[in-house]
């Protein structure tokens, strides 16, 4: 089992650039799906980005497709979610997430992911 710890989150201003990183522990990581989630206050945890575990598959959220790109890389159990052009309703808790999946597949549903990291915060001002 991996364990995600995330990193990267911080106050950006509208229209600018985050970089988040999720350190996996474990011999394991390339059998997981990865996902970012977020939770903005007073609403529920939605999901970002996902991906599936060669990196070979996508899958975003409307609200970010165009916008955030996520890839990883296996060789250092690590995956990135790159986001740019972000606005105030960014502003939310990102959490990274293992989902163990066959390959190919690119979970979007929060249950399937049974490991999460403790969240980092991304405040973008307006």
């Known amino acids: 089992q991996v364990r995600p710890v995330e990193s990267g989150g911080g106050l950006v201003q509208t229209g600018g650039s985050l970089r988040l990183s999720c350190a996996a522990s474990?011999?394991?990581?390339?059998?997981?799906?990865m996902g970012w989630f977020r939770q903005a206050p007073g609403k529920e945890r939605e999901f970002v980005a996902a991906?599936?575990?060669?990196?070979?598959?996508?899958n975003y959220a409307d609200s970010v497709k165009g916008r955030f790109t996520i890839s990883r890389d296996n060789a250092k159990n690590t995956v990135n979610l790159q986001m740019n052009s972000l606005k105030p309703e960014d502003t939310a808790v990102y959490y990274c997430?293992?989902?163990?999946?066959?390959?190919?597949?690119?979970?979007?549903?929060?249950?399937?992911?049974?490991?999460w990291g403790q969240g980092t915060q991304v405040t973008v001002s307006s």
């Open positions: 997430a293992a989902a163990s999946s066959w390959p190919g597949v690119v979970p979007t549903a929060e249950q399937a992911y049974r490991s």
């Open positions: 474990g011999r394991t990581f390339e059998y997981y799906a």
């Open positions: 991906i599936s575990r060669s990196g070979g598959l996508t």
